[in-house]
């Protein structure tokens, strides 16, 4: 189902839209239907604070680790190639 939405503009700014939509190969309609989807992508979606506890509980993790330039060698060595000198 569709439903129309109305938006008022000066005469300047809808110009100015039309030229923008133009210069894309887009109708008005099409250009501010894929501009709004856009700016929806753009906001954040669900709950901050399930968001941070997510980031917390990650962040209390603790993981073995080593210098880079030493696992990089073990897993060159795991492909069966000399590691880089």
Not at 10 to 33: M, Q
Not at 38 to 59: E, H, I
Not at 74 to 84: D, F, L, R, T
């Amino acid at each position: 189902m569709s439903t129309r939405l109305q938006v008022l503009l000066e005469d300047e700014e809808l110009r100015e839209l039309r030229d923008a939509a133009g210069r894309e190969g887009l109708t008005l309609s099409a250009w501010v239907r894929r501009t709004l989807h856009q700016a929806r992508r753009r906001q954040p979606q669900g709950d901050l604070a399930s968001k941070l506890a997510a980031v917390r509980t990650a962040a209390s993790h603790a993981f073995p680790t080593d210098d880079i330039d030493e696992l990089l060698a073990e897993i060159e060595s795991g492909y069966g190639h000399p590691p880089p000198e």
